[in-house]
């Protein structure tokens, strides 16, 4: 059984940092790209940041040079660094698995997702 299970989220002022972890267990963790995408409410899913096993980072215009991502192979985990937040920030995010290297941000092409971790960031 393939799952992704997001921790980290929480309520924070602007200017605050949070950092999400993201756990995959029951698939193949090597050779596996690894996606954060977020939600807010009314809105579509918007893409975050990627990382394929080869450790190429790619961000999404809005984060770029606040939020940084990263994976630690031997513990199946992938984490989000959010320095800097704002209250456009404010989302549910969600991470993604694709069994292999892309640096596609589109949401159909990961396979398995997790539930989300709520965060809240307030002015």
């Known amino acids: 059984q393939v799952q992704l299970v997001e921790s980290g989220g929480g309520s924070v002022q602007a200017g605050g940092s949070l950092k999400l972890s993201c756990v995959v267990s029951?698939?193949?963790?090597?050779?596996?790209?690894i996606a954060w995408f977020r939600q807010a409410p009314g809105k579509e899913r918007e893409f975050v940041a990627l990382?394929?096993?080869?450790?190429?980072?790619t961000y999404g215009d809005s984060v770029k040079g606040r939020f940084a991502i990263s994976r630690d192979n031997a513990k199946n985990t992938a984490f989000l660094q959010m320095n800097n937040l704002k209250p456009e920030d404010t989302a549910v995010y969600l991470c993604?698995?694709?069994?292999?290297?892309?640096?596609?941000?589109?949401?159909?092409?990961?396979?398995?997702w997790g539930q989300g971790t709520q965060v809240t960031v307030s002015s």
């Open positions: 993604a698995y694709r069994g292999d290297y892309t640096l596609s941000t589109r949401t159909g092409d990961y396979a398995f």
């Open positions: 029951g698939v193949r963790f090597s050779g596996s790209t």
């Open positions: 990382i394929p096993y080869s450790n190429t980072r």
